[in-house]
């Protein structure tokens, strides 16, 4: 399968990655090129196959609604870029 | 000392031959002294890990010894350690600081080992070379222009060259194999969750797996006694009981019988590496296994299936990373699309970048059925092939690469040819099978390695095997020439490798 440009755009505003222009070109190529490896999965018939998301297809457990942990924001929060009052600081957002 | 295996150090330290302290110190000053040749460890921290020492030593004064006390063990910088730098190889994660130990990190804490360092590797392990690192490639020990493998490259170079008598890695698809085959060492990928992945950065979680890399099966035996359990604050991880993984080494081979997939010998196999592998397949022949052609046919799919699930999984697992609670923030963002565009865009390396937008794209709306649902199809047929050789054989064997280590930069700029590199491996983790490389010989002084496969948490099996083959060969008791020269006369050394032979 070939993909344009214009579609990893629109997958790098997803993934939220900035690709500049002078990326773009090399990125799609590359790209292209794994797509193309991977299409080979199209020709395999998998009817009535189920999907296997774990490989021991094992379920998750439950345990039980206790509170184990214990609150750890201020050694959480020294390692963040910026905080302000407990709170992560980003950029404004609403006008 | 630093010639000893685990083993050896244990019984040493118990015997008080030497101390913790002794020991910690001298592989200290090797890495200081040697390193700059290899690049293998990102983050060491001496005064912890003499402190650790100290306190190793007193333990085993007071009668106390736990089972790996005193013993420095080196981390792959994956696993979380409190209060250290764990990187990932990453500039996402140069200024992460983890505020607690990782589940793997508190059971080697517990057992007594001494924290060494953390080694380098492929930025979030997504490589086959450690050539995507923010820090630098590791270089082979046994030959400088090569390459280690990876992701593990970092603990597979440090224990090559003795910088570590034993280190961590992981394993998503190879990454602890494929750099032991290169580097002449032995590594084993546990059954996925057997080992808790808390605390340790998540690549593709259905696939990601710790475990032990050194030089022999008896030390990573040693070393998955502390490693291996069940983990309440790990989903994934595995409630079937542990055992003692050192008990059964010894046990005979008679009537086992090894698979050899024919699809693992043919087209793209280098022949002296495949001459290599037939003749450990002999010696365990000769010790009384029979050995079994078998098939595996959708070895041909494994990449392509890895290539999708992987990704995918990549691509969600680093979504976390968004500059805003912990890790690399872009400098002056003007609004919050800019904070996290551009920080991912100047934090991650060109693969990491590859990988989340491919795994983005086979998620997407109107793809997820042709990508991801179709590779999680295949992936149990990839498994089933395995379940099905296993009604008729014990053990599955083969390579772990496909050739020996290759040159530094050979395929760095061709992804395609970097993912082939993984051919024999990948399936392994898409099964959720235990996989070991083992030393298996020298093609032209460089290390060739022995894939076995066993069933689900059939670890103490494949370490039996294994270890049996280092009783009768010793292959695993080279060292590189670079790394048996005394410290201080090595910054001049060529690291020309060679089978120099010496003695653990």
């Known amino acids: 399968m070939s993909i344009e440009q214009a579609e990893i755009e629109k997958i790098a505003e997803l993934a939220r990655i900035r690709v500049s222009h002078e990326e773009i070109g090399q990125v799609t190529a590359r790209i292209a090129e794994i797509l193309h490896m991977v299409d080979q999965l199209q020709a395999v018939d998998t009817r009535d196959v189920e999907p296997m998301a774990n490989p021991l297809d094992a379920a998750q457990f439950l345990r039980a609604d206790i509170v184990t942990e214990h609150n750890r924001r201020d050694a959480f929060q020294a390692i963040a870029p910026a905080v302000e009052k407990g709170l992560y600081l980003v950029p404004k957002v609403i006008e | ?504």
Request: proline share 5%.
């Open chain 2, 1 to 504: 000392m630093h010639t000893q295996s685990v083993a050896q150090l244990i019984a040493g330290l118990r015997e008080r031959q030497f101390s913790s302290v002794e020991v910690t110190r001298t592989y200290l000053d090797r890495i200081a002294a040697l390193d700059s040749q290899y690049n293998s460890f990102i983050s060491v921290d001496e005064t912890a890990a003499m402190a650790a020492a100290a306190q190793a030593d007193a333990r085993i004064a007071a009668g106390n010894a736990a089972a790996l006390t005193g013993i420095p063990i080196a981390h792959k910088d994956i696993f979380c350690t409190d209060g250290l730098r764990t990187s990932c190889g990453s500039r996402m994660l140069d200024n992460f600081v983890p505020p607690y130990d990782g589940t793997v990190i508190q059971h080697f804490k517990a057992a007594g080992a001494v924290l060494l360092g953390k080694t380098n590797m492929d930025e979030f392990a997504m490589g086959s070379s450690n050539e995507s690192s923010f820090y630098g490639p590791v270089r082979n020990p046994w030959d400088t222009r090569l390459v280690p493998g990876g992701s593990s490259g970092g603990s597979a170079a440090a224990v090559a060259a003795l910088l570590a008598p034993a280190a961590t890695g992981t394993d998503t698809g190879g990454s602890i194999r494929q750099p032991a085959a290169f580097c002449g060492i032995t590594g084993l990928k546990p059954t996925y969750g057997r080992v808790s992945r808390l605390g340790m950065v998540a690549f593709a979680s259905s696939l990601d797996q710790a475990g032990p890399m050194a030089h022999s099966a008896q030390d990573c035996a040693l070393l998955l006694n502390a490693m291996a359990g069940h983990d309440p604050l790990d989903s994934t991880s595995s409630t079937t009981s542990t055992e003692d993984y050192c008990q059964n080494l010894g046990n005979s081979l008679a009537g086992l019988r090894i698979g050899l997939p024919r699809e693992y010998f043919g087209e793209g196999l280098d022949s002296a590496t495949g001459a290599c592998i037939d003749s450990a397949l002999k010696e365990l022949e000769a010790q009384g296994a029979t050995l079994v052609p078998v098939s595996l046919p959708h070895s041909a799919l494994t990449i392509p299936t890895y290539y999708i699930i992987a990704p995918a999984e990549a691509s969600t697992n680093l979504s976390r990373f968004d500059g805003v609670r912990y890790g690399y923030r872009c400098d002056k963002p003007v609004d919050l699309h800019d904070l996290y565009t551009r920080t991912r865009q100047e934090g991650f390396g060109d693969e990491v970048k590859r990988r989340i937008l491919v795994g983005t794209y086979a998620l997407s709306a109107g793809y997820y059925d042709a990508y991801y649902k179709k590779a999680q199809q295949i992936r149990r047929l990839i498994k089933q092939d395995f379940m099905d050789c296993f009604a008729q054989v014990d053990v599955i064997a083969g390579p772990t690469t496909p050739g020996p280590a290759f040159a530094l930069g050979a395929k760095s700029n061709d992804p395609i040819a970097m993912y082939l590199e993984d051919v024999y491996t990948l399936a392994v983790n898409l099964a959720g099978l235990p996989g070991m490389s083992v030393p298996a010989g020298f093609v032209d002084g460089k290390p060739v390695g022995l894939q076995l496969i066993g069933r689900h948490f059939d670890e103490a099996r494949l370490l039996n095997v294994a270890h049996r083959l280092q009783q009768a060969t010793d292959w695993h008791l080279r060292r590189p020439e670079s790394a048996t020269l005394a410290t201080g006369a090595s910054s001049n050394a060529s690291a020309k490798g060679s089978a120099t032979g010496e003695q653990a």
